[in-house]
């Protein structure tokens, strides 16, 4: 893997540049295009001629309605801190509205800061220091006001000498902040450029070893962006430094943030953690001030910003939120209550005979309704289980094939190889073609196998929403039919679906070939 090189001049800032003008070596801010990476998806001046680079958060959904966010599940599964990292949902909603209206989304600093771009901040009228190849190091020593003040003073460089390169939404231009935890967490799994079954795993899918996309296990912070990026083309979320998050730390509570508010949370590991830590649910509790009543600024913490606006961006956007807001809150019923419900206690305090005796009517006939649902929802239930079993026999008979098919194709080699220089050219070029058919054979086989465990992986899903009382009952129901119809091995496919869910309750965020090796290799 390519290396980025250090071999820096030393840079005295004597001349400014104009406002808004970049005058650095993009190694000093953008390095990964050096190494035929992409460019960045936003590049914005900073003071004294530097720059930061920024990546695109997409978040697909319907942008039009204010209210719409999107449930994202975060944490992990068997940790030996649950109380820090276990499975909760949040929701999550970019600032910003895609053209089309289909997704929105935010940006996210492409790299931790670097040493420059905090000398850059600390100093933005004079820029009376030096540069040199060790401000391409992540700034680390940094504290949660350090991360609060330095957006501050970004935003206000911005808005009065770069205003014209902000995003804008609804008029209002974007302003710098630090990474909400969901917002970090969801930029670092690859949002939306990952499969849901590899955005639920402890890390974002990698084609090589840990140790190329994370600095641990070391002395000091290195230069940022050197290892390689994730899928979202963010570099360094795992190691190098502990990236400090907006808001304050809160225990997890067995799937939802616990009611006490504490210190300051980091994200994500260090150069000092262990190899095992380098994953996305990695957060950690740190006082705000230390010992000594002054605020805490660890060598391991650093900084990475967001570009985001605010939510009422004006007076027509605030318009369309209570009228969003009303809308869902006058079709949500009351939490806890039916519709039924609400309409008996109506009749109960009903005096007039004409009027309770209308009132009992449409009792009835929303009884009826409910009544109907109902069912709907229990032959859904039925037609879920009988889908997952279905997936699941597709899942055994194609990973049966792909064995199948890699033996040939190993036995095929292993007989070209051993008489290759027996073999005339004709019939070198027949066993090849063979080999090759085969290939092609395993690759359709593969992808009906990773279809199927999609669907095999949404039906668990969506059986984890339902009642016990009804998933017992449907099951019941589904295993009589296969039992009259004489079908044995949906039979088997419904036992070991049983067993499957049953793993899949404690460990929802298993990963592909996880679930695979559930389904296959129970």
């Known amino acids: 893997m390519t290396r980025l090189h250090l071999a820096f001049p030393l840079i005295l800032l004597s001349a400014l540049p104009a406002a808004g003008q970049t005058s650095w070596d993009p190694q000093f801010f953008d390095p990964a295009p050096a190494r035929d990476a992409p460019e960045a998806d936003l590049i914005l001046p900073m003071p004294c001629g530097g720059a930061m680079a920024f990546q695109k958060v997409t978040i697909p959904m319907e942008a039009?309605?204010?209210?719409?966010?999107?449930?994202?599940?975060?944490?992990?599964?068997?940790?030996?801190?649950?109380?820090?990292?276990?499975?909760?949902?949040?929701?999550?909603?970019?600032?910003?509205?895609?053209?089309?209206?289909?997704?929105?989304?935010?940006?996210?600093?492409?790299?931790?800061?670097?040493?420059?771009?905090?000398?850059?901040?600390?100093?933005?009228?004079?820029?009376?220091?030096?540069?040199?190849?060790?401000?391409?190091?992540?700034?680390?020593?940094?504290?949660?006001?350090?991360?609060?003040?330095?957006?501050?003073?970004?935003?206000?460089?911005?808005?009065?000498?770069?205003?014209?390169?902000?995003p804008q939404e609804d008029g209002q231009k974007a302003f710098v902040r630090l990474p909400t935890e969901v917002e970090w967490e969801y930029a670092t799994r690859g949002g939306a450029a990952v499969e849901p079954g590899d955005f639920s795993a402890s890390?974002?899918?990698?084609?090589?070893?840990?140790?190329?996309?994370?600095?641990?296990?070391?002395?000091?912070?290195?230069?940022?962006?050197?290892?390689?990026?994730?899928?979202?083309?963010?570099?360094?979320?795992?190691?190098?430094?502990?990236?400090?998050?907006?808001?304050?730390?809160?225990?997890?509570?067995?799937?939802?943030?616990?009611?006490?508010?504490?210190?300051?949370?980091?994200?994500?590991?260090?150069y000092q953690s262990a190899q095992d830590q380098m994953r996305s649910a990695n957060r950690k509790e740190w006082p705000l001030y230390n010992r000594g009543g002054r605020a805490q600024a660890q060598d391991t913490f650093g900084l990475r910003f967001v570009l985001t606006v605010h939510v009422g961006t004006s007076d027509p956007r605030v318009r369309a939120i209570r009228d969003a807001w009303t809308a869902a809150f006058v079709a949500g019923p009351d939490e806890g209550i039916s519709a039924a419900d609400t309409l008996a206690r109506f009749i109960a305090g009903e005096v007039d005979p004409t009027r309770k005796s209308a009132l009992e009517n449409v009792l009835l006939a929303l009884t009826a309704a409910d009544a109907a649902a109902k069912t709907a929802a229990d032959a859904q239930l039925q037609t879920t289980f009988r889908g997952a079993a279905i997936f699941l026999t597709g899942i055994w008979d194609d990973s049966a094939m792909i064995s199948a098919i890699d033996e040939f194709i190993a036995s095929d080699e292993t007989y070209l190889e051993t008489y290759k220089s027996e073999l005339s050219e004709e019939e070198r070029k027949y066993t090849q073609d063979g080999i090759d058919m085969q290939r092609n054979a395993r690759a359709i086989r593969n992808d009906r196998r990773n279809l199927s465990l999609q669907g095999y992986r949404e039906t668990l899903e969506f059986l984890t929403g339902a009642a016990a009382e009804d998933r017992t009952t449907a099951?019941?129901?589904?295993r009589r039919r296969f039992e009259e119809a004489g079908n044995v091995y949906l039979l088997r496919a419904l036992d070991a679906m049983e067993m499957d869910f049953e793993t899949y309750v404690i460990r929802p965020d298993m990963n592909n070939a996880d679930l695979l090796y559930l389904a296959v290799d129970r």
């Open 203 to 270: 890390r974002f899918p990698m084609s090589e070893d840990v140790d190329a996309y994370a600095r641990f296990d070391g002395e000091r912070a290195g230069p940022v962006g050197v290892k390689e990026p994730n899928p979202l083309s963010i570099y360094d979320t795992y190691g190098n430094l502990e990236e400090i998050a907006l808001e304050p730390f809160r225990l997890n509570a067995v799937g939802h943030l616990h009611g006490q508010v504490g210190g300051m949370v980091v994200r994500g590991g260090s």
């Open 64 to 166: 039009s309605n204010p209210m719409n966010d999107v449930e994202v599940r975060l944490g992990q599964s068997g940790s030996s801190a649950g109380y820090l990292d276990y499975l909760r949902n949040d929701y999550l909603r970019g600032g910003f509205a895609d053209p089309d209206g289909l997704a929105t989304h935010y940006y996210i600093g492409r790299y931790e800061l670097n040493s420059a771009q905090v000398k850059a901040l600390r100093d933005p009228e004079t820029c009376g220091f030096e540069l040199s190849r060790r401000d391409i190091l992540g700034q680390g020593g940094l504290s949660w006001f350090d991360g609060v003040d330095l957006s501050r003073i970004y935003t206000e460089w911005l808005h009065e000498h770069a205003a014209d390169t902000l």
């Open 475 to 478: 099951l019941a129901i589904v």
